[in-house]
T-cell receptor
Framework: GQNIDQPTEMTATEGAIVQINCTYQTSGFNGLFWYQQHAGEAPTFLSY??LDGLEEKGRFSSFLSRSKGYSYLLLKELQMKDSASYLC??????????WGAGTKLIIKP | IAGITQAPTSQILAAGRRMTLRCTQD?????MYWYRQDLGLGLRLIHYSNTAGTTGKGEVPDGYSVSRANTDDFPLTLASAVPSQTSVYFC??????????????FGPGTRLTVL
């Protein structure tokens, strides 16, 4: 079956760095998305990786290893507004998105 | 309208009633999607449409129907609501059709409670 695994919840301190991991098992693979979702709001796009390596976008970076079925989202210089859920989603061979349950990130001052 | 809108924002519905959730986008996106989001589960695709006039079934289509008469609108209908359809429903759209490597833009969601 197809599956996305990511931690349910993580806690980090304002100003610190946090890494949110995601492992995926899909029938075929056409890329990996990360979305941010604040409580009670809609998901918003953060990143898309299809090739191995690190993509940096400001304070946020996303890494992909296709051979390991693994990705992570790295958040630097954490701010209170980064408190949110982070959703990992893999695009399978039929170009359907398979979503993880999300990682709730709690930022403490 | 700017982006993608959904109506109603929330609704409480008696079991057995028919309900249509509305979704409209003004970005001229080809592809549109309906998801449900339940606590502890990932977003699950209900139905999708790659272009106006075509629709397809997602992971959890039973009890739901959709239509795509034009580019902008993608309503989701629950023919006879059941309590297990209590959820938050998100509509989304993306520029691509078929090969969905573009980001999806989400509406604000509809919180539906079926009693």
């Amino acid at each position: 079956g197809q599956n996305i695994d990511q931690p349910t919840e993580m806690t980090a301190t304002e100003g610190a760095i946090v890494q949110i991991n995601c492992t995926y098992q899909t029938s075929g693979f056409n890329g990996l998305f990360w979305y941010q979702q604040h409580a009670g709001e809609a998901p918003t796009f953060l990143s898309y990786n299809v090739l191995d390596g690190l993509e940096e976008k400001g304070r946020f970076s996303s890494f992909l290893s296709r051979s390991k079925g693994y990705s992570y989202l790295l958040l630097k210089e954490l701010q209170m507004k980064d408190s949110a859920s982070y959703l990992c989603a893999a695009l399978d061979s039929n170009y359907q998105l398979i979503w993880g349950a999300g990682t709730k990130l709690i930022i403490k001052p | 309208i700017a982006g993608i809108t959904q109506a109603p924002t929330s609704q409480i519905l008696a079991a057995g009633r028919r309900m249509t959730l509305r979704c409209t986008q003004d970005m001229r996106h080809n592809a549109m999607y309906w998801y449900r989001q339940d606590l502890g589960l990932g977003l699950r695709l209900i139905h999708y449409s790659n272009t106006a006039g075509t629709t397809g079934k997602g992971e959890v289509p039973d009890g739901y129907s959709v239509s795509r008469a034009n580019t902008d609108d993608f309503p989701l209908t629950l023919a006879s609501a059941v309590p297990s359809q209590t959820s938050v429903y998100f509509c989304a759209s993306s520029t691509n059709s078929g090969r969905a490597t573009d980001e999806q833009f989400f509406g604000p969601g509809t919180r539906l409670t079926v009693l």
